[in-house]
T-cell receptor
Framework: DTEVTQTPKHLVMGMTNKKSLKCEQHMGHRAMYWYKQKAKKPPELMFVYSYEKLSINESVPSRFSPECPNSSLLNLHLHALQPEDSALYLC????????????FGDGTRLSIL | AQSVTQLDSQVPVFEEAPVELRCNYSSSVSVYLFWYVQYPNQGLQLLLKYLSGSTLVKGINGFEAEFNKSQTSFHLRKPSVHISDTAEYFCAVSDDNFNKFYFGSGTKLNVKP
C-alpha cells in the first residue's frame, strides 16, 4: 500500500468542466510534488511545494492550478483542459525539499473528452 | 545540462535469468543517480540511488547498480529475475538541489516463464 493517497483514481471530464485532483500524505513530509506522465513516457515535473509554498512551477499552463491548503494535502485544480492533457498525474512527497527519496502515489488517470 | 539515456526500450528475459538494464548519463556537475521502478497502474518506487562513496549500490528486491564515472554509466543488474519484476524501469539524475529528476525514457522489463 502506498503512503501517498491520490483521489480519484480515474477521472473523465469535458473540456469545459472544472475538477480537482487530491493528494494526501500523513508522513510529516514538508515537500510535495505534481508530475504528469504520458503513456510510455517518463514523468515530467509540474510543481513543487515546500512548507506549503510554491517553490517550482515548470512553466505549466494556467489551466492547471495547484493548491497546498496544509502540510498533508495537495490539490490540483483543473479548468478548460485540452485533449492533450490526458495523462497519468502523479503526486509525490519527501521529507523536505531537496531530500532525495520521493514517495509516489499511484496516480490519477485523467481523460479529457 | 543533465540528461539520461536508456538505450533499450524493452528487455525480454526468461525467469531466473540474469538481466542488465543500461543507463548512460551526461552531466557537467556532480551526479546523483537513481533507479525507479513502476509497476502497472502504480506510481514510482525507488530501487536504489548513488550519491557518493562505493560505486556498487545495492537496492531493494535484489537489484544492484554500479556507478562508472569513466563510462558515464549506471547500469542496473539482477542475477536472477522473477515474473514479479515485470515493470517499467526508469533511470534518473538529479540536479544539485535534488528538486528535479531528469528521467530516462524508461525500459520495459518483460520476464517470461
Amino acid at each position: 500500500d502506498t503512503e501517498v493517497t491520490q483521489t480519484p483514481k480515474h477521472l473523465v471530464m469535458g473540456m469545459t468542466n472544472k475538477k480537482s485532483l487530491k493528494c494526501e500524505q500523513h508522513m510529516g513530509h514538508r515537500a510535495m510534488y505534481w508530475y504528469k506522465q504520458k503513456a510510455k513516457k517518463p514523468p515530467e515535473l509540474m510543481f513543487v511545494y515546500s512548507y506549503e509554498k510554491l517553490s517550482i512551477n515548470e512553466s505549466v499552463p494556467s489551466r492547471f492550478s495547484p493548491e497546498c491548503p496544509n502540510s498533508s494535502l495537495l490539490n490540483l485544480h483543473l479548468h478548460a483542459l485540452q485533449p492533450e492533457d490526458s495523462a497519468l498525474y502523479l503526486c509525490a512527497s519527501s521529507l523536505g525539499e531537496g531530500v532525495l527519496t520521493q514517495h509516489f502515489g499511484d496516480g490519477t488517470r485523467l481523460s479529457i473528452l | 545540462a543533465q540528461s539520461v539515456t536508456q538505450l533499450d526500450s524493452q528487455v525480454p528475459v526468461f525467469e531466473e535469468a540474469p538481466v542488465e538494464l543500461r543507463c548512460n548519463y551526461s552531466s557537467s556537475v556532480s551526479v546523483y543517480l537513481f533507479w525507479y521502478v513502476q509497476y502497472p497502474n502504480q506510481g514510482l518506487q525507488l530501487l536504489l540511488k548513488y550519491l557518493s562513496g562505493s560505486t556498487l549500490v545495492k537496492g531493494i528486491n535484489g537489484f544492484e547498480a554500479e556507478f562508472n564515472k569513466s563510462q558515464t554509466s549506471f547500469h542496473l543488474r539482477k542475477p536472477s529475475v522473477h515474473i514479479s519484476d515485470t515493470a517499467e524501469y526508469f533511470c534518473a539524475v538529479s540536479d544539485d538541489n535534488f528538486n528535479k529528476f531528469y528521467f530516462g525514457s524508461g525500459t520495459k522489463l518483460n520476464v517470461k516463464p
